[in-house]
């Protein structure tokens, strides 16, 4: 893992990952240090929910060698948290339904129930695909 961070005076982390599912669980240590640092520990549990959905669907469903990195971006500013996922793949992800058997096929609805907003933005090279999460008045130290 490579990480950036600090260029919104400590409020953005940027790190490098390579695609492996191992991946998923290093980016949500990430994502809770940036948190607790923040004083945004309250929202923890819904955030990291929407960073393993996205990183999920970057490891799995992007159809790129698999030398190629996945970078995380978690943005703190203006009363929002944005998480952002970034991969090299051109395929937009889609919500679909999925059987009630299924174990997998739900999460970009769960990205839906818990963040505000998210979307998919073109890169230069992929995709960042984004959620962002409004930060309640009794989190955070803004």
Avoid at 89 to 109: F, W
Wanted: glycine content about 8%; hydrophobic content about 40%; proline content about 3%.
């Amino acid at each position: 893992m490579q990480e950036r961070q600090d260029a919104l005076n400590g409020r953005e982390r940027v790190c490098r990952w390579a695609r492996h599912p191992r991946c998923v669980g290093l980016a949500r240590v990430e994502l809770r240090k940036a948190l607790a640092a923040w004083g945004l520990a309250e929202m923890e549990d819904t955030a990291l929910v929407v960073l393993s959905e996205l990183v999920t669907n970057a490891v799995r469903h992007t159809h790129v060698s698999p030398d190629r990195a996945i970078e995380t971006r978690f943005q703190y500013a203006g009363g929002d948290l944005r998480i952002e996922v970034h991969d090299s793949s051109d395929v937009r992800p889609h919500k679909y339904a999925a059987a009630s058997d299924s174990e997998c096929g739900r999460g970009l609805l769960l990205v839906g129930v818990f963040a505000d907003q998210w979307g998919v933005s073109e890169c230069g090279v992929g995709k960042s695909v984004w959620a962002l999460m409004s930060v309640s008045p009794q989190d955070g130290d803004s």
